[in-house]
């Protein structure tokens, strides 16, 4: 149980296009996800929370104008990259907490994107 | 602000060895540990955790102890496997509840045959 799917799991896209990549939880349902980044060989950094019918929080240094993000329900939240740069280029990685009391977070796979 | 040292890697050792990954944090309070592992081509699973000082986590063989003197929580494991070759991250959560969390950069364990 506790399942975590990220599409797609990789990407390219183009300079100044924008790109949705979708984090779902599939059998339970996550009041709250994140959204993590991950450079090579370096830590995973929080990027944003986000909790299901709210607007996201960003953490601090993150453009929510460029990475837009979307709770829309108890089992998807989705992040867009908006007028994609290669230095956007990076590995996404989505997790979630589900409805009970012990926070645990459930990681999705990550999404490899590539800015050419 | 918040964040976590581990030994970098790769760290590559024979099947049967003992293994230390050695983690360190920085934090306000008393935050929660974890270690995650993550296998190629998989997201990060929860290895073990501890919530308190003292506590020691554990699970399929892996230990570690939450030491709030030495603000550490090194990762050990008796005798290593193959399939334990996979990349591991210690991790703090600061605030206790529904809060993201700060990871270190991740230790590659190899482990040969």
């Known amino acids: 149980g506790a399942v975590v799917s990220q599409h797609p799991s990789w990407v390219i896209c183009k300079s100044g296009t924008s790109v949705k990549i979708e984090c779902r939880s599939l059998d339970f349902q996550a009041t709250t996800m994140f959204w993590y980044r991950q450079f090579p060989k370096q830590s995973l950094m929080l990027m944003a929370t986000s909790n299901e019918g709210s607007k996201a929080t960003y953490e601090q240094g993150v453009e929510k104008d460029k990475f837009l993000i979307n709770h829309a329900s108890l089992t998807l939240s989705t992040l867009t990259v908006t007028s994609a740069h290669p230095e956007d280029s990076s590995f996404y990685i989505c997790s979630a907490i589900g409805t009970g009391a012990s926070y645990e977070q459930y990681f999705g796979p990550g999404t490899r994107l590539t800015v050419t | 602000g918040n964040s976590v040292t581990q030994m970098e890697g790769p760290v590559t050792l024979s099947e049967e060895a003992f293994l230390t990954i050695n983690c360190t944090y920085t934090a306000t309070g008393y935050p929660s540990l974890f270690w995650y592992v993550q296998y190629p081509g998989e997201g990060l699973q929860l290895l073990l955790k501890a919530t308190k000082a003292d506590d020691k986590g554990s699970n399929k063989g892996f230990e570690a102890t939450y030491r709030k003197e030495t603000t550490s929580f090194h990762l050990e494991k008796g005798s290593v496997q193959v399939s334990d070759s996979a990349v591991y991250f210690c991790?703090?959560?600061?605030?206790?509840?529904?809060?993201?969390?700060?990871f270190g950069k991740g230790t590659h364990l190899i482990i040969q045959p």
């Open positions: 991790a703090l959560n600061a605030g206790g509840g529904a809060d993201g969390l700060t």
